[in-house]
């Protein structure tokens, strides 16, 4: 079964400072994609960025990065410049590419950005 | 394009009723998947659908569960009996869903369920 932890229930940032949010994650398939999705208070779900557990570089979508270290299990997000409106929920997700690719989330961390 | 849409947006009922959530994925999109967001339990999968196999109901969390999706499209998540225990919002995600490749899931923006 997969797992997926995420350590920080809530984070502060300053306005325009970068923020790392942590995830780890466990599988024994070495077939696996990560995900990171944005939870506004509004209640959607946003998709934000991806990885693929074979993908050689790290991904980046604008002011979003993904910090991909295999041999450790994490996938931790990045946001550049930090934006009043990334003020969210953060869920982190994995999926295997085999079978019914269902996400399986972690519990997600609470971002507040302060002006 | 359009987005997934779901509806109803809020769905009140008394415990015991049977309630149906409805959902229209992006078209094109050949997965289709149910979640449920609660405070005590996070996110969990309940049930996908690809294309006209057989769902994977393997996340259904009893039998008063069940889904059915019509003509490869619209899902209808059916809860019978409900229990104060199934107050939750109800996501819906489609996707791609290709084999071997793992796709973002698009959600809706979900139906707000309380059983009084």
């Known amino acids: 079964a997969q797992k997926i932890t995420q350590t920080q229930p809530g984070m502060f940032v300053q306005e325009k400072e970068a923020v790392t949010l942590d995830c780890t994650y466990d599988?024994?398939?070495?077939?696996?994609?990560l995900f990171w999705y944005k939870q506004p208070s509004s209640g959607e779900m946003i998709f934000l960025i991806y990885q693929g557990s074979y993908d050689q570089q790290n991904a980046t979508e604008g002011r979003y990065s993904l910090n991909f270290q295999k041999a450790r299990k994490s996938a931790n997000l990045v946001i550049s410049a930090s934006q009043l409106g990334d003020s969210a929920m953060y869920f982190c997700a994995m999926t295997l590419v085999r079978g019914a690719r269902q996400l399986t989330f972690g519990s997600g961390t609470q971002l507040t950005v302060l002006p | 394009g359009a987005g997934v849409s779901q509806s109803p947006s809020n769905k009140v009922t008394e415990k015991g009723k049977d309630v149906e959530l409805r959902c229209d994925p992006i078209?094109?999109?050949?997965?289709l998947y149910w979640y449920r967001q609660s405070l005590g339990q996070g996110l969990e999968f309940l049930i996908y659908?690809?294309?006209?196999?057989?769902?994977?109901k393997s996340g259904l969390p009893s039998d008063r569960f069940s889904a059915e999706r019509t003509g490869g499209s619209v899902s209808t998540l059916t809860i019978q009996r409900t229990q104060q225990e199934d107050s939750a919002v109800y996501l819906c995600?489609?996707?791609?869903?290709?084999?071997?490749?793992?796709?973002?899931?698009?959600f809706g923006p979900g139906t707000r369920l309380t059983v009084t």
């Open positions: 599988t024994s398939d070495p077939s696996y994609g």
């Open positions: 078209s094109g999109h050949t997965a």
């Open positions: 659908f690809q294309g006209n196999s057989a769902p994977d």
């Open positions: 995600a489609s996707s791609l869903g290709l084999a071997g490749k793992a796709y973002e899931q698009y």
